[in-house]
Each structure stands twice: as structure tokens, then as C-alpha cells.
């Protein structure tokens, strides 16, 4: 009984490090799990270098320090431009962490070190703080480093499950309440639903908690269905 016992453990051990070495590095994840519109719009965003290039005129054209700063305004202007972009990619990456449409794999360093990788629960991206460049991602006295994810919905392999105790069954609750307290509240601007569904929670939006207007009009929409137009 307890080589079997044994065994299993072994062979879970297994599938988890195959779905960690099939997963996408976070630090790439909010590119590769992006919308084809995010895609397409991140590959003709051109950065600062690349706007700078393509912006240089004649000098002999115009007058010199105006050329130069115009295309120097022009390379900043893009990107700032590309930064929004990314940023608005990777706030889509945590709140589908967030929601459990995506799950990532992380070598856990604290409070206690793992040797393999370790499944990150859906609520621990609730106030997370991730650094792109490094893979990290920490939260109240934890720390995972090489996080990668991949799609649980994608992949041939069974995926651990995830416990559904986070702020998105929260949320939804929220969303449901506040709809039978108010039979208009899914046809309100959605700045406003947003707002009522943050304070019902009693939460504030931090980047990357599930609390965007974004994420929730998601949840406004995926529970109460689209705006109801009276005849």
C-alpha cells in the first residue's frame, strides 16, 4: 500500500513538472495569452528607438534643434503609448490568473523553499506583486520565482485544481446581490456598477486584484448577461 501510495505521489510530481516545462515564462505569458487584437496592436506599436529612426528628417531641410526635438516628442509619445499597451496586457494576465482562466506554476522561496514547482493558488494574485522582468511574484510573506503559466482548458494533462476560495467567488456574490437588490444594475454605465460592486466587497482597486473596472464588467456581464435596452 504504500509504494502505491508512493507511486502516485510520484506520478503527480510527474505531470506537474510536465505542464511547468510545457508553461510560458510570466514575463513573456502577457504577450502569448493576450487577445489576437492586443497582439496585433503590441506588434505595430513601435518603440522609442524604432519611432526615433523613422521620424529623423533632413537637416538641411528644417531648422535643426526643431527637427530633433519633434522627433524626439514623436519617439516619447510612442512609447508611452507601447508602455499603456503592455500594462494593459499584463493587468489582462493577473486578472485571468485572478479568475482561474489561467494558472501559474512557481518554485516557491518563501516561507519555506520547494525543490519542484508549486501550484499558485487564484486568490494569491488578489495583491500580489509581480516583477516582469525577474518572474517573481510575492504577496504577503511569500515569494515564487520562475512563475510560468499555462491554460488549464488547453492542455491534454489533468490540471491540480485550484480551490475556489478567493475574491472571485466574492466577487461574484457581490454581483448576484446586487442585482436582486437592483433589477436596473447591470443596465447602469459601468463605472458605476464597477464602483457598487467595490464597495459591496469593501475593496478598493490595487493593480492587479480582480477589482478593474475591466475585470468586473467581465463578471457584470458574464453573470448578469448584456444591458437590457427598455421599449
Known amino acids: ?29 502577457w504577450e502569448t495569452f493576450a487577445t489576437p487584437e492586443q497582439r496585433t ?11 526615433l529612426e523613422s521620424s529623423a528628417q533632413p537637416a538641411a531641410a528644417r531648422n535643426v534643434v526643431m527637427a530633433m526635438l519633434e522627433t524626439f516628442n514623436a519617439a516619447m509619445s510612442a512609447k508611452r503609448s507601447r508602455d499603456a ?51 517573481t511574484v510575492q504577496s504577503e510573506g511569500k515569494l515564487y520565482s520562475n ?7 488547453a492542455t491534454t494533462m489533468a490540471a491540480p485544481p485550484v480551490p475556489d476560495k478567493g475574491s472571485k467567488s466574492a466577487i461574484d456574490r457581490a454581483i448576484k446581490e446586487l442585482d436582486l437588490e437592483n433589477p436596473e444594475f447591470s443596465n447602469l454605465p459601468r463605472k458605476i456598477s464597477c464602483k457598487m460592486v467595490r464597495d459591496k466587497i ?30
Not at 41 to 51: R, S
Not at 106 to 123: C, L, V
Request: glycine fraction near 6%; charge should be negative; aromatic fraction near 8%.
Open 85 to 135: 499597451l503592455i500594462s494593459e496586457m499584463q493587468d489582462c494576465l493577473l486578472d485571468a490568473l485572478f479568475n482561474s482562466d489561467l494558472v501559474a506554476l512557481g518554485i516557491r522561496q518563501r516561507p519555506s523553499k520547494s525543490h519542484y514547482p508549486a501550484e499558485i493558488a487564484s486568490d494569491f494574485f488578489d495583491f500580489a506583486e509581480t516583477n516582469w522582468a525577474q518572474s
Open 1 to 29: 500500500m504504500l509504494n502505491l501510495l508512493l507511486e502516485l505521489g510520484q506520478m503527480a510530481q510527474k505531470s506537474k513538472l510536465d505542464l511547468y516545462d510545457n508553461a510560458v515564462p510570466i514575463n513573456e505569458a
Open 41 to 51: 496592436a503590441f506588434a505595430d506599436a513601435k518603440g522609442f528607438p524604432e519611432t
Open 202 to 231: 469593501g475593496k478598493s482597486e490595487i493593480r492587479g486584484n480582480g477589482l478593474s473596472d475591466q475585470n468586473l464588467a467581465k463578471r457584470i456581464v458574464a453573470i448578469c448577461g448584456v444591458r437590457r435596452i427598455a421599449i
Open 147 to 153: 512563475v510560468r503559466v499555462y491554460d488549464p482548458h
